[in-house]
């Protein structure tokens, strides 16, 4: 079946690294772009970074341009996000998601989410 | 604050229907940008509920639908069941931003 499964996460100090991963099986990986949402603690939803299915263009949430970024490896079917310059802020639980387009340019919607990973920043 | 706006909560009783509204602006909702909305179970992944404004992936019943008008988009539910009990996210694409973007999210109470 479809399926997403993230890795990675932990219990970083600020300013630290850390590097994520994204295993998807059960569809065609190159076919699709790929994002991370990430949720704060006791939060709502927030995007953090796109990437198209060839790996051709990758855009990010403010918040995090500049420090984090993706990638995908489509020989192995899998995700990444390396995160940089780490901030307390950036404490949350961090989702990948499949992502398609609909009709228009820009026009996405995630529909196959994993369970998501954990990333705690703190001294 | 995100630039989509939703009511932090609402509620409805077994059987009734509810809404939940998704407001933007000219740079995202107004514009050619769909909205599309997310069920979040509490303690697990979001599920896609909605796409494209108003369709439906398969799976998810048509006791659930979505509208787009103006500046505002809404997610309707209808005969309300105790397992609608969940936060609920709208989701578009903004031109300002140049970024995708969640509206803050509804919890839906089933009293």
């Known amino acids: 079946q479809v399926q997403l499964v993230e890795s990675g996460g932990g219990v970083v100090e600020p300013g630290r690294s850390l590097r994520l991963s994204c295993a998807a099986s059960g569809f065609s990986f190159r076919s699709y772009g790929m994002d991370w949402v990430r949720q704060a603690p006791g939060k709502g939803l927030e995007w953090v970074a796109i990437i198209w299915y060839d790996g051709s263009n990758q855009f990010y949430a403010d918040s995090v341009k500049g420090r984090f970024t993706i990638s995908r490896d489509n020989s192995k079917n899998t995700l990444f996000l390396q995160m940089n310059s780490l901030r307390v802020e950036d404490t949350a639980v961090y989702y990948c998601a499949r992502v398609v387009k609909y009709q228009l340019p820009l026009n996405f919607y995630m529909d196959v989410w994993g369970k998501g990973t954990t990333v705690t920043v703190s001294s | ?111």
Do not use: H, M
Request: include cysteine; charge should be neutral.
């Open chain 2, 1 to 111: 604050q995100s630039v989509l706006t939703q009511p932090p909560s609402v509620s409805g009783a077994p059987g009734q229907r509810v809404t939940i509204s998704c407001t933007g602006s000219s740079s995202n909702i107004e514009t050619t940008y769909d909205v599309n909305w997310y069920q979040q179970l509490p303690g697990t992944a979001p599920k896609l509920l909605i796409y494209g404004n108003t369709n439906r992936p398969s799976g998810v019943p048509d006791r659930i639908s979505g509208s787009k008008s103006g500046t505002s988009a809404s997610l309707g539910i209808t005969g309300l069941q105790a397992e609608d009990e969940a936060a609920y996210y709208c989701q578009s694409y903004d031109s300002t931003l140049r970024s995708w973007v969640f509206g803050g999210g509804t919890k839906l109470t089933v009293l």
